[in-house]
């Protein structure tokens, strides 16, 4: 069974950093697309990056590029977002997801971690 935990959430002031952790179990995940998703308060949740877990090829939303940076540990299966010039419009859950390779559908998700960013 697919298991996604996120981690590195907290309070940070404009202008920080922050560094997301999602550790996943359960399967092979060198077939999988991975990606982290946002959802602010009153907000649908947004795509926000992925990376292709074998080829180490990224997406970004436009309004994090140049500020987040999406990597991948293969020996401890374990996915990164490091948030740099963090804004007050980041705040939100921040979740991770992973996607069977092919089928483009997160089909497994994580719990959530809060990212807040005072002004």
């Known amino acids: 069974q697919v298991q996604l935990v996120e981690s590195g959430g907290g309070l940070v002031q404009a202008g920080g950093s922050l560094r997301l ?35 180490d090829i990224t997406y970004y939303r436009n309004s994090v590029k140049g500020r987040f940076t999406i990597s991948r540990d293969n020996a401890n299966d374990t996915m990164y977002l ?9 705040t939100a859950v921040y979740f991770c997801a992973a996607a069977e390779g ?15 960013v005072s002004s």
């Open 21 to 55: 952790s999602c550790a996943a179990s359960g399967r092979d995940f060198s077939g999988y697309t991975m990606g982290w998703f946002r959802q602010a308060p009153g907000k649908e949740r947004e795509f926000v990056a992925a990376i292709i877990w074998s080829a």
């Open 82 to 90: 490091r948030m740099n010039s963090l804004k007050p419009e980041d």
């Open 102 to 116: 092919g089928t483009g559908t997160y089909g497994h998700w994580g719990q959530g971690t809060q990212v807040t």
